[in-house]
């Protein structure tokens, strides 16, 4: 299920924001969301790339806590910066929402995860 969840949350939410809110030029705004996704070349730089059980919040340098805030001001500015704006938060949102998951289902693993604070100030 979370699996399903995280690429409905990466592929399908933008396409549901890119079809509501960018009527006229949805098919262009659904590509610069997708390519927004290139945002996750930065766990190339992760020994190892892949772990099942790592949160990529505050782990990999383009998901920091800085980077997201970052994300969050391009999507008062200028298009088409606004639109990679959302795109990027819409990522980090999905990426957090994973987290959750993790962190639900094997607390252990997130023991070392910073993202661990940001979850026990929400509960």
């Given at each position: 299920?979370?699996?399903?969840?995280?690429?409905?949350?990466?592929?399908?939410?933008?396409?549901?924001?890119?079809?509501?809110?960018?009527?006229?030029?949805?098919?262009?705004?659904?590509?610069?969301?997708?390519?927004?996704?290139?945002?996750?070349?930065?766990?190339?730089?992760?020994?190892?790339?892949?772990?099942?059980?790592?949160?990529?919040?505050?782990?990999?340098?383009?998901?920091?806590?800085?980077?997201?805030?970052?994300?969050?001001?391009?999507?008062f500015l200028r298009k088409p910066l606004n639109i990679?704006?959302?795109?990027?938060?819409?990522?980090?949102?999905?990426?957090?929402?994973?987290?959750?998951?993790?962190?639900?289902?094997?607390?252990?693993?997130?023991?070392?995860?910073?993202?661990?604070?940001?979850?026990?100030?929400?509960?």
């Amino acid at each position: 299920m979370q699996i399903f969840i995280h690429y409905l949350l990466h592929f399908g939410a933008p396409l549901l924001i890119a079809l509501i809110f960018f009527k006229k030029n949805w098919k262009k705004v659904y590509l610069i969301f997708i390519a927004t996704m290139l945002v996750d070349l930065d766990h190339l730089f992760a020994n190892p790339i892949f772990d099942p059980n790592r949160c990529s919040i505050n782990f990999h340098p383009l998901h920091t806590y800085y980077a997201f805030l970052i994300y969050i001001i391009f999507i008062f500015l200028r298009k088409p910066l606004n639109i990679i704006g959302i795109g990027l938060t819409l990522h980090m949102i999905t990426d957090l929402i994973d987290c959750l998951f993790m962190y639900l289902n094997c607390q252990e693993c997130s023991i070392n995860d910073s993202v661990l604070e940001l979850f026990n100030l929400i509960s």
